[in-house]
């Protein structure tokens, strides 16, 4: 599949989250857990910064990164469920946003097991956001299914624009990264 295919699907997950969410009677399952990394800007950076991360990394990292950041969000979100959520939750999703954004304005090099790991440290924060917002009348399962399939596809969004910016324009993932630890340095100030 081409990039440009790649990131027309990845589009079409992102603009269909508003289409799922407006049917009735999901009671707050599958289209609210889609919706929900739209909704703040927080998620919404992160989850794409860390394609474009895995993008400037290349090799395993390009999806090992992501798979790693997925799987431990989910993690995070059934813990969360059973009562278990980390200290400075607000905190560790504000400095993932700082840390993962200098790590792309400054193209860091680390090795792919390293990369997987920082991610998925910061997975742990954001699955467990996810999941202590869970709505009243939501089905769980289908709620963290619902926000793991919209991570992948953010994901997959930043990995095809890193992947493009990489070979056209390399300076904008490093702005793109410089934006994102802006606003996570901006939303540890507030």
Partial sequence: MSDSRRIL?????????????AHPGHGGGLGSGFAHPFSGIDHLLAMIVIGIWAAQLGGRARWGVPLA??????????????????PALDAGITVSLLVLGLAVAFALRVPSA??????????LFHGAAHGVELPGLADPRWYVLGFLVATLCLHGLGVGLGTIAQRHLPIATRVAGAATAAAGFALLMA
Avoid: R, Y
């Fill in 9 to 21: 699907a990845c589009l079409l997950c992102v603009l269909s989250s508003s289409v799922a969410q």
């Fill in 114 to 123: 390293v990369a997987a790991a920082l991610a998925a440290a910061f997975a």
């Fill in 69 to 86: 950041f997925v799987s431990m969000m989910g993690l995070g979100a059934a813990l969360a469920l059973d009562g278990i959520v980390p």
